[in-house]
């Protein structure tokens, strides 16, 4: 069992950046694989970005590719999405994700667990 929790989202101009992090519970949490979601009013949730369970592989959604880095520390069971030049489509609700010893995946129904989201606003 894994709990997640999101934090560092806010508002933010144009241009600027923001670091997410998912900090979670459980002694396993190296051994599982993670990824980031989001979920804009009216939308889909869509694939953001994800990490392998060793952290040695990532993955990104064109559309933020370049721009997003994901990265995790193993030894502060925590994860990590920074953010940078953030656009206004970027707002919405980011969601972290958990699949255990997975090769990181971009389809949301590969993983076990979710985190409560965090809200993302990113004004023009």
């Known amino acids: 069992q894994v709990q997640l929790v999101e934090s560092g989202g806010g508002l933010v101009q144009a241009g600027g950046s923001l670091r997410l992090s998912c900090a979670a519970s459980?002694?396993?949490?190296?051994?599982?694989?993670m990824g980031w979601f989001r979920q804009a009013p009216g939308k889909e949730r869509e694939f953001v970005a994800a990490i392998n369970w060793r952290g040695s592989s990532t993955y990104y959604a064109d559309s933020v590719k370049g721009r997003f880095t994901i990265y995790k520390d193993n030894t502060e069971t925590t994860m990590y999405l920074q953010m940078n030049s953030l656009k206004p489509e970027d707002t919405a609700v980011y969601y972290c994700?958990?699949?255990?010893?997975?090769?990181?995946?971009?389809?949301?129904?590969?993983?076990?667990?979710w985190g409560q989201g965090t809200q993302v606003t990113v004004s023009s």
């Open positions: 994700a958990a699949h255990w010893q997975g090769s990181g995946s971009s389809l949301a129904a590969r993983y076990d667990y």
């Open positions: 459980g002694r396993t949490f190296s051994r599982y694989a």
